[in-house]
């Protein structure tokens, strides 16, 4: 079973930047895609991003494009998610996954606040 720990949450201005992390447990080396959802009050659960075993690939919610990169250090065992010109609407907690076979495992949560 894989552990995921996000960090780097918190509050920001509209415009302003973060960058969350999600340490693994294991190796990242051998999960086939590790990203990003988020979860706004009163509504559900949405993707953000996705990142390939080698990095490779990346994909973005059409939303975030242009604003948000991710990226990974299997080294680390760390997945990133850079968030840059943050608006309200961002405002959400964002959970790590991990897919692993036919898995999915999930962080806690880490809290993102977005003030305009």
């Known amino acids: 079973q894989v552990q995921l720990v996000e960090s780097g949450g918190g509050l920001v201005q509209a415009g302003g930047s973060l960058r969350l992390s999600c340490a693994a447990s294991e190796r990242i080396g051998s999960i086939n895609s590790m990203g990003w959802y988020r979860q706004a009050p009163g509504k559900q659960r949405e993707f953000v991003s996705t990142?390939?075993?080698?990095?490779?690939?990346?994909h973005y919610a059409d939303s975030v494009k242009g604003r948000f990169t991710i990226s990974r250090d299997n080294a680390k065992n760390t997945v990133y998610l850079q968030m840059n010109s943050l608006s309200p609407e961002d405002t959400a907690v964002y959970y790590c996954?991990?897919?692993?076979?036919?898995?999915?495992?999930w962080g806690q949560g880490t809290q993102v606040t977005v003030s305009s």
């Open positions: 996954y991990a897919g692993v076979a036919s898995s999915t495992y």
């Open positions: 990142i390939t075993r080698g990095g490779g690939s990346t």
